[in-house]
């Protein structure tokens, strides 16, 4: 009776051991299920919770950052000395070297003034038919 109680414990704990491997095996590597945002995309996403999950501000605003500075967080206009993400004037805002500190400002910018701060670009960002985000 021990010698069968004991092949058997074996034989279950041998059972589950592969099962293990096994089971171990046929799963994806987690890199393949969950990836880390990239900065755009982690911009984008705090830009949107700055506004209140607001779509159609969001699309706005999107489509000014990526005319100003393609998502850039570095961008600098040497030219009229405008920075980060949103090109906000140093002259007149001070340098925001942060990158979620200039989608503040520009936020705050924003529903000061609408899209005057950035009338500069409005040919890349004004029209209808130029889309840098897909419609939900």
Known sequence: MKTFLFTWVILVALYLIVLGIVWKAIQPPKSDWIRELTPTESYK???????????KQFRQMSKI??????WIETAYNYKTGDAGLFQVNVA????IPDPYEN????????????????????????YPHIDFLPKV
């Not at 996403?45 to 779509?55: F, I, K, P, R």
């Not at 007149?92 to 340098?95: D, E, F, I, S």
């Open 65 to 70: 950052a990526y005319c100003e500075s393609r």
């Open 92 to 95: 007149l805002h001070g340098y």
């Open 103 to 126: 989608i503040d400002y520009a936020i705050t910018l924003y529903k000061k003034a609408k899209r005057q701060p950035w009338i500069a670009s409005i040919k890349c960002w004004s």
């Open 45 to 55: 996403l705090y830009l949107y919770e700055g506004l209140d999950w607001n779509y």
